[in-house]
């Protein structure tokens, strides 16, 4: 990856916006996921937009009070917000109580088979990939331990990531990138039946 000046920034931001963040259950940092996402992006595409989405994709879900999307708009412009409302997950509803697990995949999925914008379905597809990579490391590392972590059972991630992986069959995607998704969707089928 070419570290740009406006790439620097948004890792910059991005540091800030996830600093009092870990990752799930664990006491890695969570900018570890954004980099490396952004670090997958940019093995596909040189994209400036792009890596910097990478870098910022969960910032307007778990970090908007810290910096808000008209911060965004203002520092890196319209197609990153855009990327990176694409590949975002609406977890709040209209009175702002946290929607039920099952209703956001759902919903998150629906808006994924949406989407046409290559940009958007490489942020999304290296998001995954990298959770994926994760959750086989814990699982290798605290076993069975690593469902306690998450707000659904085994068999809904599973299901999520199944969901999301047929969906992104049918996407305009690197042919080796959608094979690591398909080998890791395969490596979780065979964790969650062991």
């Given at each position: 990856?070419?570290?740009?000046?406006?790439?620097?920034?948004a890792?910059?931001?991005?540091?800030?916006?996830?600093?009092?963040?870990?990752?799930?259950?664990?006491?890695?940092?969570?900018?570890?996921?954004?980099?490396?996402?952004?670090?997958?992006?940019?093995?596909?595409?040189?994209?400036?937009?792009?890596?910097?989405?990478?870098?910022?994709?969960?910032?307007?879900?778990?970090?908007?009070?810290?910096?808000?999307?008209?911060?965004?708009?203002?520092?890196?412009?319209?197609?990153?917000?855009?990327?990176?409302?694409?590949?975002s997950?609406?977890k709040?509803?209209?009175?702002?109580?946290?929607?039920?697990?099952?209703?956001?995949?759902?919903?998150?999925?629906?808006?994924?088979?949406?989407?046409?914008?290559?940009?958007s379905?490489?942020?999304?597809?290296?998001?995954?990939?990298?959770?994926?990579?994760?959750?086989?490391?814990?699982?290798?590392?605290?076993?069975?331990?690593?469902?306690?972590?998450?707000?659904?059972?085994?068999?809904?991630?599973?299901?999520?990531?199944?969901?999301?992986?047929?969906?992104?069959?049918?996407?305009s995607?690197?042919?080796?990138?959608?094979?690591?998704?398909?080998?890791?969707?395969?490596?979780?089928?065979?964790?969650?039946?062991?």
């Open positions: 990856m070419n570290i740009t000046y406006k790439i620097n920034q890792l910059n931001v991005a540091a800030v916006a996830h600093a009092k963040q870990l990752r799930k259950g664990s006491a890695t940092p969570y900018i570890v996921h954004p980099f490396a996402v952004a670090t997958i992006v940019s093995n596909y595409t040189d994209n400036e937009d792009a890596i910097i989405a990478a870098l910022l994709h969960d910032v307007l879900e778990d970090a908007s009070d810290v910096y808000p999307e008209a911060k965004m708009l203002q520092d890196f412009g319209s197609r990153v917000v855009e990327i990176v409302n694409n590949v997950e609406k709040l509803s209209s009175n702002g109580e946290e929607k039920p697990w099952k209703e956001r995949k759902t919903k998150y999925q629906e808006h994924l088979s949406q989407i046409n914008d290559n940009m379905i490489l942020v999304t597809t290296a998001d995954k990939i990298h959770n994926l990579i994760s959750m086989s490391a814990d699982y290798t590392e605290i076993g069975d331990k690593l469902w306690l972590k998450f707000n659904a059972s085994k068999t809904e991630q599973l299901w999520n990531y199944e969901s999301i992986l047929n969906i992104l069959k049918v996407k995607l690197p042919e080796d990138m959608i094979n690591q998704l398909n080998i890791l969707v395969d490596k979780l089928r065979a964790i969650v039946n062991n």
